[in-house]
């Protein structure tokens, strides 16, 4: 089973930058498109980014020219690059492999990412 560990979440004052992490346990990960997703309490998770296996990206319109995903499958690891951050942008980030409306493996922990105004 493959496990997801997402790193790299903290505390920025609003027009700052982070960068995230999520890390995949297991040999298969480089087949998969992956997305970042975040969440705030009460709400439903949103898709905020996504990339194929293949390296093309999608965006949320609401993070569309501040943020970035990229992967780097010899590490199992994609990436989100998050810049000119928003108090918005204040939620859990997780990352998962879409599979229509679901994903493939079980979420990870996510990373806190909050933005102070």
């Known amino acids: 089973q493959v496990q997801l560990v997402e790193s790299g979440g903290g505390l920025v004052q609003a027009g700052g930058s982070l960068s995230l992490s999520c890390t995949a346990s297991?040999?298969?990960?480089?087949?998969?498109?992956m997305s970042w997703y975040r969440q705030v309490p009460g709400k439903q998770r949103e898709l905020v980014a996504g990339i194929s296996s293949g390296g093309n990206t999608n965006y949320a319109d609401s993070v569309k020219g501040r943020f970035t995903i990229s992967r780097d499958n010899a590490k199992n690891t994609v990436y989100l690059q998050l810049n000119s951050l928003k108090p918005e942008d204040t939620a859990v980030y997780y990352c998962n492999a879409p599979l229509g409306r679901n994903t493939v493996w079980p979420w990870g922990q996510g990373t806190q990412v909050t933005v102070s105004s």
């Open positions: 297991g040999s298969t990960f480089s087949y998969y498109a």
